[in-house]
């Protein structure tokens, strides 16, 4: 549960929410979903509830106890600002995350209208990062809602890009993940539309970070953009 993780742009995962609902199409294929039903059949007692929303306020200090500073996937198998997790313990994760100041917290949502909403009754320390997934264009309307979160860093998941996103604009952005689909059923991406977004980043200054190409595996199509790969950082990242 607070495992290494396997995620590119992250160092470790920490969930104390599990379990979510399917909101837009980038969900169709939920790995969190699929890695919890899978968990449950293993008889993990974190998962007894298959892929329904949980809070487990005993993970809350979890992070308070690794010493050496990392890079924190927050809610990896969850959404912290689904509408079924109450605001005080929303509340209760953004005090841990700011007590521990040492690690990097990465809080990525589908839900920024809530994170906006409530985001004046939460602590904003600067090792707390804000993002939300952008699959295509009809979801573009989530970045001005992030633009509202007072975040120091705010980031785009344009993964699984399931489209152009012609209509995306990236003032107050500070960093954009960009991926394609993998696993069963895995929609297919276009170049085009990578290129698209870079060529944004570039321009506007925004770092950018190409995690893959997608396919039947997360490694099938590799990670290579204009024969190099991109690992961009957001500058609130160097410390």
């Known amino acids: 549960m607070g495992d290494h993780s396997a995620i590119e742009w992250t160092e470790a995962t920490w969930n104390p929410v ?7 199409q980038g969900c169709k294929h939920c790995y969190a979903e699929r890695m919890a039903k899978r968990l449950q059949a293993m008889g993990n007692p974190r998962y007894r509830n298959g892929f329904r929303v949980t809070v487990h306020p005993d993970l809350l200090d979890l992070p308070l106890t690794w010493k050496r500073p990392r890079t924190i996937f927050t809610n990896s198998m969850s959404d912290l600002f ?5 605001d005080e313990f929303i509340e209760r994760v953004f ?15 589908k839900r920024p ?23 295509n264009d009809l979801v573009v309307h989530r970045v001005d809602a992030l633009r509202r979160v007072p ?16 209509s995306l604009a990236l003032d107050g ?8 689909e993998s696993g069963p059923g895995h929609r297919p991406i276009d170049e085009a539309w990578v290129q698209a977004i870079h060529d944004l980043c570039r321009r506007d200054g925004v770092a950018f970070f190409f995690k893959q190409w997608g396919g039947p595996t997360p490694k099938a199509g590799g990670r290579l ?15």
């Open 95 to 109: 005090a841990v995350m700011a007590q521990a100041s040492w690690h990097t917290f990465q809080v990525l949502t």
């Open 82 to 86: 689904h509408p079924q997790v109450p």
């Open 173 to 180: 952005i500070h960093w954009v993940i960009v991926g394609g």
């Open 18 to 24: 599990t379990g979510c609902t399917k909101l837009s």
């Open 225 to 239: 953009l204009e024969g190099r790969h991109w690992d961009e950082m957001p500058v609130a990242a160097v410390r």
């Open 151 to 166: 975040a120091a860093v705010r980031f785009l998941s344009c993964e699984p890009l399931i489209g152009p996103v012609p």
């Open 113 to 135: 209208e809530r994170a906006a909403h409530i985001g004046t009754a939460l602590p904003w320390p600067e090792n707390v990062w804000m993002g939300t997934s952008v699959e």
